[in-house]
T-cell receptor, first 114, second 112 residues
Framework: KQEVTQIPAALSVPEGENLVLNCSFT??????LQWFRQDPGKGLTSLLL?????REQTSGRLNASLDKSSGRSTLYIAASQPGDSATYLC?????????????FGSGTRLLVRP | DVKVTQSSRYLVKRTGEKVFLECVQD?????MFWYRQDPGLGLRLIYF???????EKGDIPEGYSVSREKKERFSLILESASTNQTSMYLC???????????FGQGTRLTVV
């Protein structure tokens, strides 16, 4: 059974710091991996999607990497800002007979202090 | 701008009521999903659908049903609402080929 783990559960950093969020999964047979951001009381916003054949994706100050063989992904946030404060979730996509299934980690709650 | 829209941000219902949560997507996606999110339990899959009139049970389908009469709309139905169904409900869609997943803004349901 696929399990997704995110470490750390919570992180507090001063503004301007570079930081790394970690995501690990137990079964390497994934279709893709996606990072999301969730603000309190809101839905999930997609940040980056990495296909299983890719190694990394970049969007602005965000860079996500994927190592399928070791079952790991990292989300790197450069020059963090208070507006980056949110919960970050990773999810792996599994291909099923007729559809896909997303398995989520429990998230990392990030606080960027001014 | 792609969009998944849930009909309500907040709902308060009484125990025993039949509750409908609506989700509409404008991306012509085949796959649609309903999750609930609770503190300490993360996101749990209730039901999903990979085509019109097709539905599959997720991990926690008890007490729920779904309807997908049109490709763009996926409804979650609480047959007889109970207090343990108080939660944040999230709808998502994914296109053919397992493309990027998009989520709605969430519905915070309180059952009293």
């Amino acid at each position: 059974k696929q399990e997704v783990t995110q470490i750390p559960a919570a992180l507090s950093v001063p503004e301007g710091e570079n930081l790394v969020l970690n995501c690990s999964f137990t079964d390497s047979a994934i279709y893709n991996l996606q990072w999301f951001r969730q603000d309190p009381g809101k839905g999930l916003t997609s940040l980056l999607l990495i296909q299983s054949s890719q190694r990394e994706q970049t969007s602005g100050r965000l860079n996500a990497s994927l190592d399928k063989s070791s079952g790991r992904s990292t989300l790197y946030i450069a020059a963090s800002q208070p507006g980056d404060s949110a919960t970050y979730l990773c999810a792996v996509s599994l291909m099923m007979d007729s559809s896909y299934k997303l398995i989520f980690g429990s998230g990392t709650r990030l606080l960027v202090r001014p | 701008d792609v969009k998944v829209t849930q009909s309500s941000r907040y709902l308060v219902k009484r125990t025993g009521e039949k509750v409908f949560l609506e989700c509409v997507q404008d991306m012509d996606h085949e796959n649609m999903f309903w999750y609930r999110q609770d503190p300490g339990l993360g996101l749990r899959l209730i039901y999903f659908s990979y085509d019109v009139k097709m539905k599959e049970k997720g991990d926690i389908p008890e007490g729920y049903s779904v309807s997908r009469e049109k490709k763009e709309r996926f409804s979650l139905i609480l047959e007889s609402a109970s207090t343990n169904q108080t939660s944040m409900y999230l709808c998502a869609s994914i296109g053919r080929g397992g493309t990027e997943a998009f989520f709605g803004q969430g519905t915070r349901l309180t059952v009293v």
